[in-house]
């Protein structure tokens, strides 16, 4: 099946730091959505793009969709805390597609 | 609003038992999905619905069988129940116009022993 290949699969910062992650594909997606998992609970959505090239910010967040429109990208400025948790990058292959493909995710590890 | 809601939220099975995970949503979203996370990887897509009486195959739909009598909700059944369920499963839901955001629910913890 179609994949999503993210990374990196995990990071240990300290609190304060810059973090980006992001996501790679060999086929070309429709839209690009960003999720964030905290621990026991279900993913929330932070970010969507729906076009190639766009750039959309969300507080800390910023998020890119890929000129090829096979990749996006997430940074996150000056980590907190609470930004611990596992990232997800999602896409949709076509505009009528009823699926979201998942990447395996990033998990951010944040130093005391 | 509840949002999606989830039940149970923790249940361990003997292999071959079965037991229906129940999802139900109250945001009149016609899309319902069912999807699966192992340790350390992403979410699996089981089966989806895009509204009342209409259900799709996901990636892993084997073993697994849905319903969708009303809008509201989307049980997933596990008829024999097998170690390679363990899992969370997570129910989520989305409007079919708009954007492609997915509300998803809290998740049941499921193991199979």
């Known amino acids: 099946g179609q994949q999503l290949n993210q990374s990196p699969q995990s990071m240990f910062i300290q609190e304060g730091e810059d973090v980006s992650m992001n996501c790679t594909s060999s086929s070309i997606f429709n839209t690009w959505l960003w999720y964030k998992q905290d621990p026991g609970e279900g993913p929330v959505l932070l970010i969507a793009?729906?076009?190639?090239?766009e750039l959309t910010s969300n507080g800390r967040l910023t998020a890119q969709f890929g000129i090829t429109r096979k990749d996006s990208f997430l940074n996150i400025s000056a980590s907190i805390p609470s930004d611990v948790g596992i990232y997800f990058c999602a896409g949709q292959l076509g505009p009528r597609d009823d699926k979201i493909i998942f990447g395996k995710g990033t998990r951010l590890h944040i130093l005391p | 609003n509840a949002g999606v809601t989830q039940t149970p939220k923790f249940r361990i099975l003997k292999i071959g038992q079965s037991m229906t995970l129940q999802c139900t949503q109250d945001m009149n979203h016609n899309y319902m999905y069912w999807y699966r996370q192992d340790p350390g990887m992403g979410l699996k897509l089981i089966y989806y619905?895009?509204?009342?009486?209409?259900?799709d195959k996901g990636e892993v739909p084997n073993g697994y069988n849905v319903s969708r009598s009303t809008t509201e909700d989307f049980p997933l059944r596990l008829e024999l129940a097998a170690p390679s369920q363990t899992s969370v499963y997570f129910c989520a839901s989305r409007y079919s116009w708009g954007g492609y955001e997915q509300f998803f629910g809290p998740g049941t913890r499921l193991t199979v022993l």
């Open positions: 619905s895009v509204g009342a009486g209409i259900t």
């Open positions: 793009l729906y076009k190639a090239g």
